[in-house]
Structures are given as C-alpha cells and as structure tokens.
C-alpha cells in the first residue's frame, strides 16, 4: 500500500481527533487521507480535493466503504474554503495541503510530467483546461520562456536553455518530454550532477501550467479562514518556492516586529493570528529517504489557529 511522505509527523502535528473535521486538500494516493479517516473515526468527517479527475476516481474507491465520513470532490485546493462551505462545511479542525505529485502521476508517461520516461508534454493536474507544457515550450517567445524557467525553476542556465528551445522547435514542433529533456541535456554537455539537469526546467513549466504558486497562495488564505479557534494548518512542499510562501504566511499571521525608518518598532500581524508549531521544517528521517527517496525534499510546517 502506498504509503504517504511524512506521515507519522502529519498526525503529530495535525492530531486530528475522533469525531472531528477535517479537510485534505490534495488527496493525490489518499495515504493522508486514509490515516486522517483512521483517527477521526465513524463521527468524524473528511472532505478530501484533487483537482485531477483520475486521482479522484481511485480516492473514491478507497475511502467508500468503511470510510463513510470522507468526501471527496474533484476541485483545485486554491477554492478550499468555497468547497468546504458548499459541502456543508463552516469550520475544521485540521487543514492538510501536501503540495507534491502523486507517486501515479509521475509513473505515469502519459501524463507528462516526468523527464525519466518519453510521453507526451502534457503535466496538466486537470485535464481539461486548455493550456499544457507543449504550448508553453512552443509559443512563447525566448525571453519570456527564459523568465520562466528562472522564476520558477530557478534554473541559473535559464537563458542558454530558453535559446536551445528556440532553436530546437524550428526544426519541429516540441511534442514529447524526451525531446525537450534532450534539449536541455545539451545545454549542459550531458554532464550530470546531484540532481539531472531536465529537473527545473520541467519543475518550471509544471509549476506553470498549473499555476501553482498562485493556487498555493490562494490556498492557505482559505485554510487559515476555514480553521475553527485552535485548529491547525499543516503543508508538505517539495521545493524552495513553495516553502518559502508558507513560510512567509506563517510569519505574517504569526507576527513580527518591524523597526520603523525613524527609530522605533511596530508589530505586524496578519488576521487571524496563526501560532507557529514548527521552528524548522520538519524533514523526513534517514530511513525513510532510503525507502523513498522522493521524500528527501519534503518540508512539513504545521501553525495553529489561535482563540
């Protein structure tokens, strides 16, 4: 069985309780959701999202049966506070937001997400909307396609690699992930490093497409709202970007002086007030890196609602 990234460290920080509320807002293999359902017993209640159509078929058929309690709609976790109000939903007791691909989704070619296997340069979460990698890599023009992959990928070779593109699609349109990770290979004389040298520009364009910083930001506006007094907020990023946001808006509703030009300090304080749980990141241990290695990026951060 799948298990998820971080588990034991979610339900320590989440603590979901019997009989509670809570909502998962990227269900992706469901092992979260399943050990969430576990603790909050028959009484509790689970409303689980995915904004990807197959990810939600395979949720539904796990948490049917003994798991009652959870209900799981197909929604980008951007609109977590609208879905939990339109099911009934005012306030929870826990939030969860693992922003990580799914284990399916990266084996699967034929979503496109992943540089290790040829497939189509899709890396859509939801499959119907119109905009893919493939109209991305093709139609921007070069310096846009370079900010891109810098803002988002932070990829330091941003602009050699935009230009290999160029070049590369006026012998063809660009259709598979092969072609562009060939591309980009090039660009590094196919040296190799800790990391293969297709990974940020792929993070770039998936990051994207979905438009995922955006959804993020979006996102923990409506956990923090949805959350009932003491209620927690926990999120699993898998790279610098996304932990930086979180981090950032822990900080915000948490709280910080900030020294005026002309001598003095102010506090800042966003509203609601959020408690900190996490100093640092929370990481996986050793022994879980070793038995899956995608965990080694994995960063938890858990806040609490405050009365």
């Not at 012998?171 to 992930?177: I, S």
Request: charge should be neutral; include cysteine; proline fraction near 4%.
């Amino acid at each position: 069985m799948h298990r998820a990234v971080l588990l034991d460290e979610v339900l320590s920080l989440l603590a979901p309780r019997s009989g509670g509320v809570y909502v998962d807002g990227t269900g992706g293999a469901g092992g979260h959701s399943r050990a969430i359902a576990e603790r909050i017993g028959p009484r509790g209640r689970l409303l689980v999202l995915d904004r990807d159509a197959e990810a939600v078929e395979r949720l539904r058929e796990m948490l049917s049966g003994p798991f009652s309690q959870c209900a799981v709609v197909q929604a980008n976790f951007a609109e977590v506070r609208e879905v939990a109000r339109a099911n009934g939903i005012e306030r929870a007791e826990g939030v969860l937001l693992d922003l990580g691909l799914s284990s399916d989704q990266l084996d699967a070619a034929g979503r496109g997400f992943s540089f290790m296997q040829d497939g189509p340069l899709d890396m859509r979460m939801d499959r119907t909307q119109a905009l893919t990698a493939e109209s991305l890599a093709n139609d921007l023009p070069e310096e846009e396609l370079a900010d891109l992959l810098w803002r988002y990928g932070e990829e330091p070779r941003a602009r050699a690699i935009a230009r290999r593109i160029v070049l590369g699609r006026t012998r063809g349109r660009l259709t598979r992930t092969g072609q562009l990770a060939d591309l980009v290979r090039a660009v590094y004389g196919g040296r190799r490093g800790r990391i293969h040298p297709a990974t940020r520009t792929f993070q770039a364009l998936r990051i994207a497409v979905n438009g995922e910083l955006e959804s993020l930001r979006k996102a923990l506006d409506g956990a923090v709202e949805l959350l009932a007094p003491g209620g927690r907020l926990a999120a699993i990023s898998f790279h610098s970007l996304e932990d930086r946001i979180v981090k950032r808006f822990f900080v915000e509703h948490a709280g910080h002086w900030e020294s005026r030009p002309a001598g003095g300090r102010d506090w800042i304080c966003s509203d609601p007030e959020l408690t900190t749980l996490t100093r640092k990141p929370v990481t996986a241990s050793e022994q879980e890196c070793e038995e899956n290695p995608r965990a080694r990026s994995a960063k938890l951060r858990a806040a609490e609602r405050k009365g």
